[in-house]
């Protein structure tokens, strides 16, 4: 891990690339990244100094990185470097663009135009954002991601069930409210100031990453700046790329990031609902001797039986077919679910056929 000169080879996982964005992205293998997080220039037009009502000096984001002549030089920036991410990302692959009212309007409008494929606006919340001083506007206390496929067919990444658990088994909601940056995951420089005015906090990328994104996904964040996508990225067992122009910062992210011990591949698993996980057709298990053609398959009651067949299919009285239809067929039913419906007896017990499709499902995986 470390800068682009100390590079000779490829992929380039885990490196932070000197220079402008624009010229660093043009490095990067067409098709090699599978999510991006953009945190951009703002280009928040601030016209002058801005001080509390004491009159003391509010440290705000006056760096030249920030500046542009006008509206027509940011959009033309914004569609260079969306333009470059946009070749590296795979097919499938995703971006993430985080904003505020200067500037997340043009950049959506952008992204559209190149292709991609909005997926959702996520607010941030901020619990503890800067007052508005001059009192002549609401409070600014909330940013604006966007979540966006490379294209509209893109079978992105989403962890639906792993999101839903973690918010309390409640759907995870488009609203994430999170506090800003301080305390000791600040950086800071030699005289105790922040060394980056826009540092986001790690539970934001915490969130998009384990959202969407797997174990050994590789993010690519073209303004790097203190390295919050790569200690993240290192820590949740993702792999990065940075591009970062200022020295400064890349001195200081990639000591951050060495400094990161890794999670352990058990700490990483990831929940997945039953539409992900692989398809066991009940032929399957006829197959796999789990269940014998001959034999009988009973409700949970035992009141309700049916005969399996070689081919697959089950038969009750002056029924056949799949489990399923024949299960509802029983019920006078619409649908039925035949894994949790039907059990077949071993022993003297009465065991749901759907635990034995969990247990071809754990030797696939095991396999695998």
């Given at each position: 891990?470390?800068?682009?000169?100390?590079?000779?080879?490829?992929?380039?996982?885990?490196?932070?690339?000197?220079?402008?964005?624009?010229?660093?992205?043009k490095?990067?293998?067409?098709g090699?990244?599978?999510?991006?997080?953009?945190?951009?220039?703002?280009?928040?037009?601030?016209?002058?100094?801005l001080?509390?009502?004491?009159?003391?000096?509010?440290?705000a984001?006056?760096d030249?990185?920030?500046?542009?002549?006008?509206?027509?030089?940011?959009?033309?920036?914004?569609?260079?470097?969306?333009?470059?991410?946009?070749?590296?990302?795979?097919?499938?692959g995703?971006?993430?663009?985080?904003?505020?009212?200067?500037?997340?309007?043009?950049?959506?409008?952008?992204?559209?135009?190149?292709?991609?494929?909005?997926?959702?606006?996520?607010?941030?919340r901020?619990?503890?954002?800067?007052?508005?001083?001059?009192?002549?506007?609401?409070?600014?206390?909330?940013?604006?991601?966007?979540?966006?496929?490379?294209?509209?067919?893109?079978?992105?990444c989403?962890?639906?069930?792993a999101?839903?658990?973690f918010?309390?088994?409640?759907?995870?909601?488009?609203?994430?409210?999170?506090?800003?940056c301080?305390?000791?995951?600040?950086?800071?420089?030699?005289?105790?100031?922040?060394?980056?005015?826009?540092?986001?906090?790690?539970?934001?990328?915490?969130?998009?990453?384990?959202a969407?994104?797997?174990?050994?996904d590789?993010?690519l964040?073209?303004?790097?700046?203190?390295?919050?996508?790569g200690?993240?990225?290192?820590?949740?067992?993702?792999h990065?790329i940075?591009?970062?122009?200022?020295?400064?910062?890349?001195?200081?992210?990639?000591?951050?990031?060495e400094?990161?011990?890794p999670?352990?591949?058990?700490?990483?698993?990831?929940t997945?609902?039953?539409?992900?996980?692989?398809?066991?057709?009940?032929?399957t298990?006829i197959?796999?001797?789990?269940?014998?053609?001959g034999?009988t398959?009973f409700?949970?009651?035992?009141?309700?039986?049916?005969?399996?067949?070689?081919?697959?299919?089950?038969?009750?009285?002056?029924?056949?077919?799949?489990?399923?239809?024949?299960?509802?067929?029983?019920?006078?039913?619409?649908?039925?679910?035949?894994w949790?419906?039907?059990?077949?007896?071993?022993?003297?017990?009465?065991?749901?056929?759907?635990?034995?499709?969990?247990?071809?499902?754990?030797?696939?995986?095991?396999?695998a």
């Open positions: 891990m470390g800068y682009e000169s100390k590079l000779d080879v490829r992929p380039l996982h885990d490196q932070i690339l000197m220079g402008d964005c624009l010229e660093q992205l490095k990067i293998p067409t090699s990244v599978d999510l991006v997080f953009a945190d951009p220039p703002y280009n928040l037009q601030l016209g002058g100094d001080h509390r009502p004491d009159e003391s000096k509010v440290d984001v006056d030249d990185w920030d500046k542009f002549a006008n509206f027509a030089e940011y959009d033309a920036f914004t569609k260079a470097w969306l333009s470059e991410c946009r070749r590296a990302l795979k097919p499938n995703a971006l993430w663009v985080i904003g505020s009212y200067h500037n997340i309007f043009r950049v959506g409008s952008i992204l559209q135009d190149l292709g991609y494929w909005i997926l959702n606006d996520v607010v941030w901020k619990t503890n954002p800067m007052p508005n001083f001059r009192g002549r506007r609401f409070t600014n206390a909330h940013e604006t991601l966007i979540w966006a496929g490379r294209e509209e067919k893109s079978k992105y989403f962890h639906y069930e999101m839903k658990i918010n309390d088994d409640l759907q995870m909601r488009s609203d994430w409210t999170l506090p800003l301080t305390g000791g995951e600040r950086l800071k420089n030699q005289d105790g100031d922040k060394l980056h005015p826009t540092q986001k906090p790690e539970a934001l990328l915490q969130r998009v990453m384990l969407t994104t797997n174990v050994g590789v993010i964040d073209p303004f790097f700046g203190t390295g919050t996508t200690a993240v990225a290192k820590q949740l067992g993702r990065f940075g591009c970062e122009r200022d020295e400064n910062y890349a001195r200081a992210a990639l000591a951050r990031i400094a990161v011990e999670l352990s591949l058990d700490a990483l698993k990831t997945v609902g039953k539409r992900a996980e692989v398809r066991i057709p009940f032929g298990l197959e796999r001797g789990l269940i014998k053609a034999e398959l409700d949970h009651t035992t009141r309700i039986a049916a005969s399996v067949r070689a081919d697959g299919s089950i038969a009750s009285k002056d029924n056949s077919g799949s489990i399923h239809k024949v299960g509802a067929h029983v019920q006078n039913a619409e649908a039925c679910n035949g949790t419906y039907w059990h077949v007896r071993r022993g003297s017990n009465l065991v749901p056929i759907d635990l034995l499709r969990q247990q071809v499902r754990a030797e696939m995986a095991k396999a």
